[in-house]
């Protein structure tokens, strides 16, 4: 189907005896029209395709409207009519208020999400609305403003409100002047849609904790696949991407957005009040006794009381307090380990006394685990070690670091003896202690979420301003055909390009060609792999043509 | 120098900017002229050409208006401007008696009638196209705008010219046939021309492969609602074992003229050829016949051997040369005769007493031949190969012979000359039988007619129209996606498909939001939105061979069915 805004040829339009023509005078030729081929041609070099068919759509009914566009994509093809660019998207304004669509899991998101994101994403959205027009599609069904905004917990939000009809997606209600789309929360299945059919940027909000099992990583794998040029994940973690780097053609499309941390709350307090204060909390006394290293283990709770035992072993010197979000609440407390569900809105409130009853902590840069803990529990001055795929950006390094290779299939293999090294070494050294707590902080003070939000809106308008200098892939008429080999004396396939004088093209590259008018390289890559019979012969094809 | 007065009705002047120009309606033109042409095209209609430079030459001066006059005068010699083609742009209905308006696509020049023929491709399309007069408009492709008759037009047309492919498509038509499938330069038609196109096929392989790629071209290209049409169902069940949609191929038998073929005094006849050939045993003896090319691909060699083993019955062959063999010893009861016009063929046909076709595998689709020597009461012995048993039926001696299916491109049957002369043989011995079987031929020759085949594809021809009708609705193109899978129970990275349940206009149509496919399908489906589904095959066959492919096709098709309706 033919795409508008065209810039038109020089035209002549002229009614004769009734019948109505267009001369073509950049081609020489007179067409007969129709009406709606008139009006078309009255209005394509303005409208989108989409808000042209709406146009049409009051005055001819949906086959005449189809059967002239199928037409004039014919003439176009001719090289009548249009000139051969399409006409340039306006350009984007800088400083004016970027219109986002939001997408509705954000309703949904304490179902969705977890307890420290969906507060996060509270505090996002409050900055966000300050500086940005926020639509939200509200099914009509539950048209209840207040509950809504109770919902978001934030006022300023528009609601698009639309008759419940599970016929349309609600891609179909997104304001025509909107610059983009936005998932703060993860995508719904039914809202990945989103990423199809549609000329805006999508920014979809990667949650590296939401990232703990296999269906999860293989869903960001779809969404990964399915983004344009012209969308972008934007991660909540430094390391997410490094799991995904073997898998993604282009990491580029991973943008990192740290969450804000407020250090009016989280911030340095008398250490041995706040000790003394969880040691009442949990009737343990024993944790006066020794230095306590908090552990964050985004791991399974089966695995997590794995590492937990090794680690014990190992640095027995020491106590535990596992810092975790599990739903399962079943972890008995002794009195070297204990757990701190985060999960509670009671204990969230408690969590900066807890943060500041810590002398290190023990943090894992995995998928799986909130980076918002690393951040705030640094933004109390706590050294950290770090163990996972790579060296958090979120602290620039404050923090000792131990590295694991990331595994597609094998559970994280836990490099205990490591940890329990740096673990002494800190202990060890007072001045290290001091040195990762003050870094820490100060790395830690950058994250605000009026820059979060900031740095959201600029994604938008760096991805917006793709759209105007879309590369778009050359189109080329291709044919697919059977023939009969006179050598081997057998029917094989051929593909060609036609031209004046068809080029036979390898029939590979010729399928690859045709799916990426419409698919992305990664998707391209993903079809060949699969279908080539020789190796390494995807990123040949897709080297060649990208 | 144009003649005046001319008539401008078709002409429409306009200026643009500081330009002027003239857009011919009826050939689809724009033309960039100056001020005196423009003058010209305003007295044209009333005046003639002196007192148009008398006038004029006042104010231009007499050399420029000649010149413009002789500048005009070369654009009509063009057909441009002054070739009026009556405009007919209403929008086809279907109205089941209204006459269809047929586009004709050849290569040829548009005949009245044809005196000798080059070959039974020519003969088929002439005689369809004549029967079709009957019943419908043509217009046929050529090089000047010329009326034949009331219903028979020639459209000029330039290769690769816009102007005058426009206007082509701005003729709605109902229906384009074509002279023949190994026309592919008309192949592009297809991405512009919106009518069904009806493609014949006259030769179905053999030719080194030619014909079978000329067919799987417009294969790959054709769209759902155009069709081959095929002479005898051979034709479908050799392409039924490469392609997937035997659909596309409609039968329909081709005719013969029961006024030229028609039996005569056998005897009469055979004196009347014996004086014009100088032959006189062909009075007196036995006439074994044969009509046709006098090649190796239509059984010439075979032929003469059978000659050589009935020494004593005359073979008679007309062929408008002897090819290779004239080089050779030939056989002395074989008698060779020039091509034969058109008009003189039936007496020729007349004077056999059996007609042996023992063509090879590859060459007949139909046998028009065949069927135009049964017309004349002549039974017939033909090997068991390709069309010509359906044409035979039980109406002459049909031959076993060996056909090699696999071979597609080359020479893929034989028949034995011993058994081929038995079976003549038989019928030369038994008069009775010889009368009762020429008796048999041209009853059964008596059903096929022209004007039959003409109904038949005209009836073809609307089934088609209306498939069109039926396709044209919106196909919603879902959203697919292709996206790497870590398969943990398998412990590797695998590729799939996946099916959003999105289409380009936002709706959702399905029940769940998403479906998992197998990349094949998903392939499919993403291909289809650019490609048919004969291209898709073709991709489909290259990955997964053909029964795979075929069976991923029908159920992707099936899907789409469900539902777009």
Not at chain 1, 88 to 94: A, F, H, K, N, V
Not at chain 2, 542 to 558: F, H, N
Request: hydrophobic share 40%; glycine share 6%.
């Amino acid at each position: 189907m033919i795409q508008f805004p065209r810039n038109l040829h020089n035209l002549h339009q002229f009614k004769r005896n009734g019948e109505q023509f267009v001369a073509d005078l950049d081609a020489g030729v007179v067409i007969p029209v129709n009406e709606v081929i008139w009006d078309v041609l009255n209005a394509c070099s303005v409208l989108e395709t989409d808000a042209l068919i709406d146009t049409l759509a009051d005055k001819y009914n949906h086959s005449e409207v189809f059967e002239t566009l199928n037409y004039l994509s014919k003439l176009s093809e001719m090289g009548l009519l249009f000139s051969a660019h399409q006409a340039e998207m306006e350009p984007i304004r800088c400083n004016e208020r970027l219109k986002i669509f939001m997408t509705a899991s954000i309703l949904e998101s304490r179902k969705t999400t977890s307890f420290l994101e969906g507060a996060a994403n509270h505090q996002l959205l409050k900055m966000l609305v300050n500086h940005a027009d926020l639509y939200l599609p509200v099914s009509e069904k539950d048209n209840n403003r207040r509950e809504i905004e109770e919902g978001l917990r934030v006022e300023g939000v528009q609601p698009i409100f639309f008759k419940s009809d599970r016929s349309f997606s609600p891609a179909k209600f997104i304001p025509k002047d909107c610059d983009g789309i936005l998932a703060l929360s993860p995508l719904t299945i039914g809202e990945q849609v989103y990423l199809k059919f549609n000329t805006i940027p999508v920014v979809l909000r990667l949650s590296n904790a939401a990232l703990a099992s296999h269906a999860a990583r293989n869903t960001t794998l779809e969404r990964c696949a399915a983004l344009k040029h012209f969308d972008a994940f934007a991660c909540d973690a430094s390391w997410t991407q490094t799991f995904f780097s073997d898998l993604v053609p282009d990491v580029g499309v991973f943008h990192h957005i740290p969450y804000g941390v407020d250090t009016s709350v989280f911030k340095p307090m008398n250490k041995t009040k706040c000790k003394h204060q969880l040691s009442q909390a949990l009737g343990n006394e024993e944790i006066l006794q020794k230095p306590l290293v908090g552990v964050v283990s985004g791991l399974n709770p089966h695995e997590t009381l794995r590492f937990m035992r090794k680690l014990r072993s190992a640095n027995p010197n020491v106590n535990y307090l596992v810092i975790h979000s599990s739903l399962m609440d079943d972890f008995e407390s002794d009195g070297c380990v204990n757990f701190f569900n985060i999960a509670s809105q009671q204990d969230k409130e408690a969590s900066p006394f807890i943060f500041n009853a810590l002398d290190a902590l023990v943090f894992p840069a995995i998928l799986g685990v909130s980076p918002l803990l690393l951040l705030e529990i640094v933004a109390c001055g706590i050294p950290t070690i770090v163990w996972g795929y790579s060296i958090p950006e979120e602290i620039s390094g404050a923090c000792r670091f131990v590295q694991v290779a990331p595994s597609l299939f094998d559970p994280v293999q836990l490099p205990v003896k490591s940890i329990s090294q740096e673990l002494k070494f800190l202990f060890e050294n007072p001045d290290e202690q001091r040195r990762l707590g003050q870094e820490g902080l100060e790395a830690v003070s950058a994250y605000t979420y009026e820059a979060a939000g900031q740095r959201i809106l600029n994604l938008f308008r760096d991805l917006r301003g793709r759209l105007g200098c879309q590369s778009n892939p050359a189109k080329h008429r291709l044919l697919f055909k059977k023939h009969y080999n006179l050598v081997s004396g057998e029917i094989e396939s051929e593909a060609y390009v036609l031209s004046k004088i068809p080029m036979p093209v390898d029939l590979e590259q010729a399928i690859a060609m045709t799916l990426l008018e419409e698919h992305t390289p990664m998707e391209v890559k993903t079809v060949l792999e699969s279908i080539c019979r020789e190796p390494g012969r995807a990123e040949k094809i897709l080297e060649n043509l990208v | 120098m144009l003649v005046c007065p001319k008539p401008t009705t078709h002409l429409h002047k306009f200026q643009q900017g500081n330009r002027l120009y003239v857009a011919d309606l009826s050939q689809c033109v724009v033309l960039a002229i100056d001020k005196v042409v423009w003058e010209i095209l305003d007295l044209c209609p009333l005046f003639s050409s002196e007192e148009i430079v008398e006038e004029l030459g006042k104010k231009y001066g007499n050399e420029a208006v000649v010149a413009a006059l002789n500048s005009l005068g070369t654009m009509e010699g063009r057909g441009l401007l002054f070739s009026n083609l009556a405009t007919d742009r209403s929008v086809t209905k279907t109205d089941a008696s209204r006459r269809l308006k047929i586009l004709v696509l050849q290569s040829e020049r548009y005949a009245a009638d044809i005196t000798r023929a080059t070959g039974g491709v020519s003969v088929a399309h002439h005689n369809l196209i004549k029967s079709l007069e009957a019943y419908t408009s043509l217009d046929v492709v050529g090089e000047h705008d010329e009326k034949f008759n009331e219903h028979v037009q020639s459209i000029r047309y330039q290769r690769s010219d816009r102007a005058t492919l426009l206007k082509l498509i701005g003729r709605n038509y109902d229906a384009v046939l074509l002279d023949s499938h190994q026309n592919t330069q008309f192949l592009s038609f297809l991405r512009y021309v919106d009518a069904p196109f009806v493609v014949p096929i006259y030769s179905a392989r053999g030719h080194n492969g030619d014909v079978i790629n000329a067919g799987l071209l417009w294969y790959a290209a054709m769209r759902p609602f155009d069709a081959f049409l095929v002479p005898t169902n051979s034709v479908r069940d050799l392409y039924d074992r490469f392609v997937c949609d035997k659909d596309i191929f409609h039968t329909v038998f081709l005719g013969v003229d029961h006024n030229k073929f028609q039996p005569l005094d056998k005897q009469r006849a055979k004196n009347e050829v014996a004086r014009m050939l100088n032959k006189p045993e062909i009075a007196t003896s036995s006439v074994v016949g044969f009509f046709s090319r006098f090649q190796p691909e239509k059984g010439a060699g075979i032929y003469i051997k059978i000659a050589k083993l009935l020494p004593n019955a005359c073979f008679l062959l007309t062929a408008p040369t002897l090819n290779f063999y004239a080089h050779q010893q030939l056989p002395p009861n074989l008698i060779c005769a020039p091509q034969q016009p058109r008009d003189q063929l039936a007496r020729f046909l007349n004077a056999f007493d059996v007609y042996c076709f023992p063509s090879m595998v590859g060459e007949e689709t139909f046998g028009l031949a065949l069927l135009e020597t049964m017309a004349c009461g002549v039974p017939p012995v033909v090997p068991q190969l390709d069309g010509l048993p359906e044409v035979v039926g039980d109406a002459g001696i049909v031959v076993p012979a060996q056909a090699y299916d696999d071979e597609i491109g080359s020479f893929a049957g034989t028949v034995s000359p011993n058994t081929m002369a038995d079976a003549v043989n038989s019928l030369l011995t038994d008069e009775k039988a010889r009368l009762a079987l020429g008796q048999k031929a041209r009853e059964r020759a008596l059903t096929f007619t022209w004007d039959k085949t003409a109904q038949n594809v005209i009836a073809l021809f609307r089934k088609l129209k209306q498939i069109q009708q039926l396709e044209n609705g919106y196909k919603r193109p879902f959203g697919i996606s292709f996206a790497p899978y870590l398969n943990s129970r398998r412990r590797q990275i695998e590729s799939r498909a996946i099916l959003n349940n999105i289409t380009a206009k936002k709706e959702r149509p399905l029940m769940k939001d998403r479906y998992a496919q197998s990349i094949a399908e998903g392939l499919s489906l993403a291909l289809l939105r650019k490609h048919g589904h004969h291209e898709v095959e073709a991709v489909l066959h290259y990955l997964y061979g053909r029964e795979k492919a075929k069976a991923i096709l029908e159920k992707v098709l099936g899907f789409e069915e469900a539902v777009n309706g």
